[in-house]
């Protein structure tokens, strides 16, 4: 059961906050909270030292304090910077590196088709689909929530946490 529940807990908030955001361009701190207390409750499930819960609040902090001065900069949006940050705080310091080059890599392919459909006229059936309607218009910004979740996804599987599930799937 244990092996379930790391499969699909921090996936499912993940995808959960990218399509929040596609659809209304919001991340709620619930997801972020949940993700918080996710932590917590697998960490202590599998064992995780007191030392090594220390390190992934550590990297939850900075990233936190970064996200927050990105966001005063008007740069990303709050619920990015708290996602990021509940997201660093599984990934911790070994894996984050690789989750923000990707989110990056992920964010950048995501900008350029966004900024491509709104280059089109949008058809008028669509235009009346309100969270259509919020995405194509300029003034909005990128979902960038999208591509923190898909990379969050993309780099879960080589983390600790899938290795403790493959360890207890296959001892060999």
Sequence with gaps: MLDLALILFFPFFMAFAGASDLVSMTISNKVSLALMA???LFA???GLSYEVIAWHWAM???????GFLLFAGGLIGGGDAKLAASTALWLGWEYSMSYFVTAAFFGGILTLVILRIRSVPLPDRIASV???ARLYRADEGIPYGIA???AAIFVYPQTPWMQH???TVNPF
């Excluded at 939850?60 to 970064?66: D, E, K, N, R």
């Design 38 to 40: 996710g932590f917590m």
């Design 44 to 46: 202590w499930m599998i």
């Design 60 to 66: 939850f902090a900075l990233v936190l304090l970064i």
């Design 130 to 132: 309100g969270w259509i």
């Design 148 to 150: 923190l979740a898909a």
């Design 165 to 167: 599930v493959y360890a």
